[in-house]
């Protein structure tokens, strides 16, 4: 006999003046609220609650980031960023022998100076950059090693590459 799906809750917790707080899903909202309430510190300021069920948790889960990306909830960090997009002007590398980590770096780099790509956005994936100028991805790794060590880029466990606050447009 086929499973059938498990419905579960997006839920949403709003502070003060309806300021979203939180997204989040569960098959069982109002226990996730009572762990919420014991470990998150930012429950103390939840004024209000909102469930909406779906018929399955894959539902649920693209209803989810959708609502963190549009809404921007002041306490999820996953999901709650822009992505940054590429360029119509990277040229591909692979012509060149030696040096494509660097050229790479240098073209991120180039992005973020002319503030195409702003702090906290989500640089596009190392698989998508390495592609779009045609290299492996260990030279892409490579290249974005040597912008996480010079903090031009920060590492977020889970989340990915991201500008780094501190980096800048001349």
């Known amino acids: 006999m086929p499973r059938t799906p498990e419905r579960t809750a997006l839920y949403r917790f709003y502070g003060e003046c309806d300021r979203l707080l939180y997204v989040g899903i569960s098959k069982n909202p109002d226990q996730r609220w009572k762990e919420h309430k014991q470990l998150s510190p930012w429950s103390r300021q939840v004024s209000r609650r909102e469930v909406e069920w779906f018929a399955s948790r894959s539902a649920a889960s693209v209803a989810e980031v959708a609502a963190i990306k549009s809404e921007r909830p002041a306490h999820n960090g996953r999901d709650n960023f822009e992505t940054a997009q590429l360029g119509d002007n990277w040229p ?9 980590a660097d050229a790479l770096a240098e073209l991120i780099r180039q992005e973020i100076r002319s503030a195409r790509w702003r702090p ?51």
Not at 92 to 100: F, P, Q, T, V
Not at 132 to 148: H, I, K, Y
Request: proline share 3%.
């Open 92 to 100: 591909s590398l692979a012509a060149i022998k030696r040096g494509k």
């Open 120 to 170: 906290g956005q989500k640089t596009p994936s190392r698989e998508v950059m390495a592609a779009a100028v045609g290299v492996s991805l260990s030279t892409a790794e490579l290249a974005t090693v040597t912008l996480v060590r010079e903090g031009v880029l920060v590492h977020r466990d889970g989340a990915g590459l991201f500008v780094s606050q501190r980096a800048s447009s001349p």
